[in-house]
């Protein structure tokens, strides 16, 4: 069973699939990628950039557990409106308590928070 908080989020997903080269031509985005489906967890990150500095929109997509997927979610909406030196202040711990990952569970945290260090 799933805490409420992830199926709260998971069930608010939005998905929106990654940029294209065609919609990245007039705007910064930056592409992040961490895990691999090897491993059971794979994510990659997209951050589309305002004047090079302010994260004004976020997509990514996960192969994963529904708890990486609502890490990956969450931490989507945390970014946006950031500048892009706020992202080195965010912890995984504080992901993984609010959104009461089981311990045995914190991979897609993990992965999600370091794949911008």
């Known amino acids: ?9 998971y069930r608010q997903i939005d998905p929106k699939p990654l ?3 065609v919609e990245c031509a007039n705007h910064t ?3 992040y990628s961490a895990g691999s489906r090897h491993e059971g967890c794979h994510i990659k990150l997209q951050l589309k950039l305002l004047d090079s500095q302010i994260i004004q929109d976020t997509r990514f997509s ?3 557990d529904p708890f990486a997927i609502a890490a990956t979610a ?3 909406h945390w970014l946006q409106g950031k500048k892009l030196n706020d992202i080195k202040t965010f912890c995984y711990d504080t992901l993984i308590r609010e959104l009461e990952i089981p311990q045995s569970k914190t991979l897609g945290a993990v992965l999600v928070m370091g794949i911008l260090a």
């Open 1 to 9: 069973m799933f805490p409420k908080k992830i199926i709260e989020i």
């Open 19 to 21: 940029w294209d080269k």
């Open 29 to 31: 985005i930056l592409s």
């Open 62 to 64: 996960v192969f994963g």
């Open 74 to 76: 969450t931490f989507s």
